[in-house]
């Protein structure tokens, strides 16, 4: 167990992330891209229409890997508030930074494919209810943390301010995920839970779970690609980072 | 190839949602590693002034 403590100290250092995390944004880049690539190959040509949907739920290959991404992102950013504001590690508040705009367009995508999809099934793009209403939410708590840094002056109480909103945030994600079993709704209940039988057909089933597994690869790799920059932008004095850019 | 297009009137909505997602996707990708170029040019060019 000992190799957990040394990791989530080591990955404290800027330094430390900087110099290993190149590898890990190519491979995840590459992986993430293929498989999404594979993924709405599958769901575009090899899938049968379905019966009530018809071609439409073709769209559910993009938009529920990206609503489910979205509030995976949002988990994250809650977690690494709370780790800054506990331990005040440095990196968890370069995480939240680099984080939340690729959340904010992740979530913009959920909804955009959602309104889209929304028109020849439900006869509308948008209602006002549960579903929603609670991802337009989680948009503008994405945005939220994005314009709250900006707005205060000092660095440090902006840190501060961010991590708390990120962490008081996190009530949304319960309200999203039950929102379509606690109120009436237009949204379909999920496809997939952990625990029980998956609510659509195998022919479905498995393209969207490569669009899952690939869209979360790829977006991996785009955080850990903008957190490299962060620091890069964060720590421009050190000395270590200057002899990398002469170096390269 | 038209029936691929057309999906029994659906195509419009389907291909525009692949299209919006998959600009989205290039966007992310591509934006932190600009953005990091455009940092280390800014710190080399710091640097050989030294």
């Known amino acids: 167990?000992?190799?957990?403590?040394?990791?989530?100290?080591?990955?404290?250092?800027?330094?430390?992330?900087?110099?290993?995390?190149?590898?890990?944004?190519?491979?995840?880049?590459?992986?993430?891209?293929?498989?999404?690539?594979?993924?709405?190959?599958?769901?575009?040509?090899f899938v049968p229409p379905e019966r009530l949907q018809g071609n439409s739920v073709r769209i559910l290959f993009i938009h529920a890997p990206a609503a489910h991404l979205a509030e995976a992102i949002y988990v994250a950013i809650a977690i690494a508030g709370f780790v800054f504001l506990v331990w005040r590690m440095k990196m968890a508040d370069m995480l939240i930074q680099a984080a939340a705009p690729i959340g904010l367009v992740v979530t913009i995508l959920a909804l955009a494919t959602g309104i889209i999809w929304g028109i020849p099934t439900w006869g509308t793009g948008w209602v006002w209810d549960a579903r929603t209403v609670s991802t337009l939410l989680l948009a503008f708590l994405f945005f939220g943390l994005v314009?709250?840094?900006?707005?205060?002056?000092?660095?440090?109480?902006?840190?501060?301010?961010?991590?708390?909103?990120?962490?008081?945030?996190?009530?949304?994600?319960?309200?999203?995920?039950?929102?379509?079993?606690?109120?009436?709704?237009?949204?379909?209940?999920?496809?997939?839970?952990?625990?029980?039988?998956?609510?659509?057909?195998?022919?479905?089933?498995?393209?969207?779970?490569?669009?899952?597994?690939?869209?979360?690869?790829?977006?991996?790799?785009?955080?850990?690609?903008?957190?490299?920059?962060?620091?890069?932008?964060?720590?421009?004095?050190?000395?270590?980072?200057?002899?990398?850019?002469?170096?390269? | 190839m038209t029936e691929l297009l057309a999906m029994g009137g659906h195509g419009v909505y389907v291909w525009s949602a692949y299209a919006v997602s998959f600009a989205a996707l290039v966007g992310l990708g591509i934006w932190p590693l600009v953005s990091l170029r455009a940092t280390m040019r800014r710190l080399r060019q710091r640097g050989g002034d030294r």
Request: some cysteine; proline content about 5%.
């Open chain 1, 1 to 45: 167990m000992g190799w957990i403590k040394t990791t989530f100290h080591k990955s404290g250092s800027p330094r430390w992330f900087f110099a290993g995390s190149r590898p890990w944004v190519i491979g995840l880049y590459v992986f993430g891209a293929l498989l999404i690539v594979a993924g709405s190959t599958w769901g575009l040509g």
């Open chain 1, 147 to 248: 314009a709250l840094r900006q707005a205060i002056g000092r660095p440090d109480r902006a840190s501060r301010a961010v991590a708390l909103l990120a962490l008081v945030g996190v009530v949304n994600i319960p309200i999203i995920k039950y929102s379509v079993e606690w109120f009436t709704t237009l949204h379909q209940p999920p496809s997939i839970e952990i625990g029980k039988k998956p609510a659509i057909a195998a022919v479905f089933l498995w393209p969207l779970a490569v669009n899952v597994v690939g869209f979360y690869c790829f977006v991996a790799g785009v955080v850990i690609a903008a957190l490299r920059a962060r620091i890069v932008d964060r720590e421009a004095g050190a000395q270590w980072l200057r002899d990398w850019a002469l170096k390269s």
